[in-house]
Antibody, heavy 118, light 112 residues
Framework: EVQLVESGGGLVQPGGSLRLSCAAS????????MSWVRQAPGKGLEWVAN????????YYVDSVKGRFTISRDNAKNSLYLQMNSLRAEDTAVYYC???????????WGQGTLVTVSS | QSALTQPRSVSGSPGQSVTISCTGT?????????VSWYQQHPGKAPKLMIY???KRPSGVPDRFSGSKSGNTASLTISGLQAEDEADYYC????????????FGGGTKLTVL
């Protein structure tokens, strides 16, 4: 059974940093693109970043470029999102997903809430 | 990376059909046959309903269908049921030489 479990969310002050993790199991992690998608409270889904199987290609939404870094450790079956210079507008539930949402994926984590507030 | 345009809300009675539109540009919806649709109930993760414009994953009822014309994709739900009440999001690739992704703003479907 495919499982994606996010962790690392919490309350952080504006300008602070946070590292999200996503532990994957039930499939060959190294064979799939992986993604982060977020959803601000009461708002819609927003794609954040994608990473290729070997980490050689990464893509980001414009609003996080230069502040967020997506990475993966295939030996640990884990996906990460390093978030720096956090802003109030980054407050959201962050989901990790297997694959790229545009191509269709039915494998999502339960989400982890990041709150940026003083 | 502008969000795709969806109606904020649609509604229909049980048994009726509704169509949700998703309008983009030639750089996203119109440029790829990679439009997907997601259903999301409150507090839940998104569920894939349609991928590659019109394909249904196994387990999704054939009441759900997708299509595309030019820069606009559509999701049609026929034979509405109470459990179809949810938020629906379209999604497309959005980069010429990248794998940027863009979602629609979401549509709230109310089953009257």
């Amino acid at each position: 059974e495919v499982q994606l479990v996010e962790s690392g969310g919490g309350l952080v002050q504006p300008g602070g940093s946070l590292r999200l993790s996503c532990a994957a199991s039930g499939f060959t992690f190294s064979s799939y693109w992986m993604s982060w998608v977020r959803q601000a409270p009461g708002k819609g889904l927003e794609w954040v970043a994608n990473i290729k199987q070997d980490g050689s290609e990464k893509y980001y939404v414009d609003s996080v470029k230069g502040r967020f870094t997506i990475s993966r450790d295939n030996a640990k079956n884990s996906l990460y999102l390093q978030m720096n210079s956090l802003r109030a507008e980054d407050t959201a539930v962050y989901y990790c997903a297997r694959g790229v949402a545009a191509a269709g994926t039915n494998y999502w984590g339960q989400g982890t809430l990041v709150t940026v507030s003083s | 990376q502008s969000a795709l345009t969806q109606p904020r809300s649609v509604s229909g009675s049980p048994g009726q059909s509704v169509t949700i539109s998703c309008t983009g540009t030639s750089s996203d919806v119109g440029g790829y046959n990679y439009v997907s649709w997601y259903q999301q109930h409150p507090g839940k993760a998104p569920k894939l309903m349609i991928y590659d414009v019109s394909k249904r994953p196994s387990g999704v009822p054939d009441r759900f269908s997708g299509s595309k014309s030019g820069n606009t994709a559509s999701l049609t739900i026929s034979g509405l049921q109470a459990e179809d009440e949810a938020d629906y999001y379209c999604c497309s690739y959005a980069g010429s030489y990248t794998l940027d992704v863009v979602f629609g703003g979401g549509t709230k479907l109310t089953v009257l």
